[in-house]
């Protein structure tokens, strides 16, 4: 995959867990965020979708190249993570989505960051 298409990727994502963390902030934290029939609730399902996709790019062009860039991050989860919401979206299970807020993103985003930094020019 070309080094434009990763980084583009890492910045997809980079930026829906910006989106999502300012979201949780301006609801007053998670629960409140992710409360049933709420505009931030489908927002944040949105921008969870964008991240999976953008996963699935970086996998689809290159199987390997996310393992490589961040190992820590189960990218196989964040890529099923998609399929998960727009398959149950009618019955998603809100402590499953608590748990990717609270304990996942961060994670993601430090392992992006630093796949980022780690990007040679014509990689």
């Known amino acids: ?8 990727a890492l910045a997809d994502i980079l930026h ?5 963390e300012a979201w949780v902030g301006e609801a007053g934290g998670v629960e409140k965020a992710i409360a049933p029939d709420t ?13 999976s996709e953008a996963a699935i790019r970086l996998h689809r062009h290159d199987p390997e190249v996310a393992g490589r860039l961040a190992p820590s991050v189960d990218w196989a989860g964040v890529r099923g993570m998609g399929n998960f919401i727009r398959h149950k979206y009618d019955d998603l299970d809100p402590e499953i989505i608590a748990d990717v807020l609270r304990t996942k993103l961060s994670e993601l985003r430090t392992a992006c960051v630093a796949a ?3 990007l040679s020019p014509d990689h």
Do not use: F, V
């Open 1 to 8: 995959m070309h080094s434009d298409r990763i980084r583009q």
């Open 16 to 20: 829906a867990i910006g989106l999502i």
């Open 39 to 51: 505009q931030t609730r489908n927002a944040i399902e949105r921008q969870l979708l964008i991240i």
């Open 116 to 118: 980022r930094k780690t």
